[in-house]
């Protein structure tokens, strides 16, 4: 286990917080400010142990250099109305300047850096750039696991300067999907959609290991039938993964782990407003029309599976969730699981905003905050932004 904020001393220190403020904005306005919401327990945490806080963030895909498009402005704002306290946005997130604010700030004083990808040397994990962060704190925390999966400056090389340890969020990442990992109660189901089988592999590979069920949904699901010899029409196809997929279906045969894919579909000529809609049967999608969403005999047998679950893991809407005439197949899948006595742990990414969009965000046991770092973590892939922090063991032989 690692170590988090508990397990080391924070009055009087300055804690350096890389959180995951990458909100979703129009213009300056955050549309779901749920990645904040997460933060709040850690920062509040150490403000309350008498530390200083400095909060660093990406937000966007900026050029590595300065745009007023991608300012963190609009987070300070959002941080500074939730915590009840002034949260400054700082003009840079290094140099001189930077480092005198950060240096004289009190205990409960909190301030924000500007967007780290203004800088190039972010994502490069540029070693002087890592250094130059850690002079703003005395102790790193890690509290933003939609970006463990990248070896960035901010992420994993800051943690070489300085003690690192978990923030309370990412703890709760790494918890949930380390049970559904290492020892889930049974049946232990996993539904997987989106749009592209190569996305998934690693994990469907994994999953086929560990899963009693496997449910595919999402335009993923159409390689998979082709494959299985049936007509898919203009439906999503990745053509150089159906062997792929013949092979993984052969591979759960063999482990006799039941896949269940669609068995009718709400298809579309085009995905544009207006568009005719019809449901078909497995194998009877004309050409020129392509699946959207799942069908209601696909959607009985989907739900009829979950009813035994004790553990299960979502990643991926089984539908395109963001037009109301599909989110149908999405909308009984979180329903369903909202009622399951089970552990639920929802991937990130488009099924998180699938299940907030429906309101049932409450209603289940975690909804992680990284989609990619989600799916490498269930991989089994070793995240290099957890790696680096420090083991609660080593701690402990230490003491």
Not at 175 to 183: I, M, N, P, T
Not at 290 to 317: H, R, S, Y
Request: one cysteine or more.
């Amino acid at each position: 286990m690692k170590q988090t904020v508990r397990d080391i001393p924070l009055r009087g220190k300055h804690v350096l917080i890389r959180a995951d403020f990458n909100v979703p904005l129009e213009g300056a306005r955050i549309t779901d400010d749920t990645r904040i919401r997460e933060s709040l327990p850690t920062i509040r945490y150490c403000l309350e142990q008498g530390a200083s806080v400095v909060l660093m963030s990406h937000l966007g895909r900026p050029k590595g250099g300065p745009d007023a498009g991608w300012s963190l402005t609009p987070v300070a704002e959002k941080l500074t109305e939730r915590l009840g306290r002034p949260v400054a946005l700082l003009p840079d997130c290094v140099g001189p300047q930077v480092e005198a604010r950060t240096k004289a700030l009190k205990p409960g004083e909190i301030v924000l850096l500007e967007n780290l990808r203004f800088h190039a040397e972010e994502e490069r994990n540029d070693p002087a750039f890592a250094a130059a962060l850690a002079k703003h704190g005395d102790v790193y925390v890690n509290d933003a696991f939609g970006s463990a999966h990248r070896a960035h400056a901010s992420t994993e090389g800051v943690a070489h300067h300085l003690p690192a340890v978990a923030g309370f969020l990412m703890e709760k990442e790494i918890k949930y999907l380390d049970e559904a990992l290492s020892h889930p109660a049974r049946p232990y189901v996993a539904i997987l959609g989106g749009a592209k089988v190569s996305d998934k592999i690693a994990v469907i590979t994994r999953l086929l290991e560990q899963v009693d069920k496997l449910l595919i949904g999402g335009g993923m699901s159409y390689t998979f039938l082709k494959a299985q010899g049936h007509a898919i029409g203009s439906s999503k196809l990745e053509a150089d993964k159906v062997d792929l997929a013949k092979a993984l279906l052969a591979k759960a045969a063999a482990r006799k782990v039941p896949v269940l894919l669609p068995l009718d579909h709400v298809i579309t000529t085009s995905l544009d407003p207006g568009t005719p809609v019809k449901t078909v049967k497995v194998g009877q999608i004309p050409d020129g029309w392509g699946g959207a969403d799942i069908g209601p005999e696909t959607i009985k047998a989907f739900t009829a599976a979950l009813q035994d679950a004790k553990t299960v893991v979502w990643n991926g809407p089984v539908g395109v969730f963001e037009q109301a005439r599909f989110l149908n197949g999405s909308r009984a899948i979180a329903q369903t699981l909202a009622a399951l006595k089970a552990v639920t742990v929802i991937g990130g990414g488009d099924s998180a905003a699938c299940v907030q969009q429906l309101g049932l965000a409450d209603r289940m046991t975690h909804i992680s905050t990284g989609g990619g770092a989600s799916l490498e973590y269930l991989e089994g892939k070793t995240l290099p932004g957890i790696a680096v922090l420090g083991d609660r063991s080593a701690q402990r032989a230490a003491a």
